[in-house]
């Protein structure tokens, strides 16, 4: 069979010129080729049956548990693929590089969303979720031997947000197409939570973007392809990326640091701040985690607690703080 190959020389013949190709890709260990797969479509499915991926779909976006179709770690994450994926086919580049970018990219991320980034962060000093994304595929997965990979999928998941750009294209993607999708998503499960409406919104987003989510992210993603196109960069028109960064400012204003918010934000920090400072004071708890044999670090205490889910340090607080009752 030559299935991986055929896929490799359509990619040369079809994809732009600017497109990361498959066949080029580098891994850091050696392993055969796979017969069906091209490297970055072996990553994408790597990520998809890792446990680091599946504790997605227990982690807050935004709200906290608040219903059964708020947005969640996994299907914000889907949403940035299928954005991703439809500016890379636009630009004739490599969908399934853009795919494993972004089915990786917040899987570092910690429960309830950035306050527990946040909380981490005041506990250690030193706390990002893309580094942590990449740490969980290079270090933690498969019980220390990580995913093994490739270069150009690591260093989209990193530089999916601060201040390393990734160096292909198709990473660059995924670092616009998750700020488009988090703050259409976190608009529309603004509205369903009552917090605010599009009559709210400044007058620009509205001229230029919609009403809408789909509307706002149709004009968005059209908007970088028209910028983007045969360009060495992924980027927006000067118009759209000011109105883009209006419509942030809006949304941290009037959700994430809304004062309705406070209250369960200040609750979900006090949760991870415990969990951290418990098994700083009792490593022991962690033996099970790290082995017998070996003195629990700091860095694995912040390993785990950034790689609970929600519900999970929740029972976990409640059986480390709270007296249990004796059953009548």
């Known amino acids: 069979m030559r299935i991986r190959e055929e896929i490799e020389e359509r990619e040369e013949a079809i994809l732009s010129p600017l497109a990361a190709k498959s066949s080029r890709a580098e891994r850091d260990r050696y392993e055969p080729k796979d017969p069906l797969r091209t490297a970055f479509q072996r990553d994408r499915d790597r990520i998809i049956h890792s446990k680091c991926f599946r504790r997605l779909k227990h982690k807050t976006q935004v709200y906290i548990a608040p219903g059964d179709h708020y947005r969640t770690r996994m299907t914000h994450t889907l949403e940035v693929g299928q954005i991703g994926r439809t500016v890379a086919r636009a630009l004739r580049l490599n969908e399934d590089l853009v795919e494993a970018i972004a089915m990786g990219h917040d899987v570092g991320h910690t429960p309830f969303g950035h306050v527990g980034e ?62 488009i999708a988090y703050l259409c998503h ?53 118009v759209i990326t000011e109105v883009m960064n209006s419509f942030r400012r809006f949304m941290f204003t009037n959700v994430y640091l809304a004062p309705s918010m406070i209250p369960e934000r200040e609750k979900a920090a006090y949760v991870v701040k415990h969990l951290f400072t418990y098994y700083l004071e009792h490593p022991e708890a962690l033996r099970h985690e790290v082995g017998h044999n070996r003195i629990v670090s700091v860095t694995d ?10 519900q999970y340090a929740i029972k976990l607080f409640k059986e480390f703080h709270i007296p249990h009752i004796w059953d009548a």
């Open 118 to 179: 946040f909380a981490l962060r005041d506990m250690v000093g030193h706390f990002n979720h893309n580094e942590q994304s990449l740490r969980m595929v290079e270090v933690i997965e498969k019980n220390g031997c990580g995913l093994n990979l490739t270069k150009e999928v690591r260093d989209g998941i990193l530089g999916h947000t601060g201040t390393h750009i990734p160096y292909t294209l198709e990473g660059q993607i995924i670092r616009t197409a998750d700020r």
């Open 186 to 238: 976190d608009f529309d499960d603004a509205q369903r939570a009552g917090m605010l409406d599009s009559r709210a919104l400044p007058i620009e987003v509205r001229e230029y973007l919609g009403i809408t989510p789909s509307e706002m992210i149709t004009s968005m993603v059209k908007d970088m392809v028209e910028s983007s196109m045969d360009q060495a960069a992924i980027k927006m028109s000067p």
């Open 301 to 310: 205490i912040v390993d785990y607690v950034a790689g609970l889910t929600d």
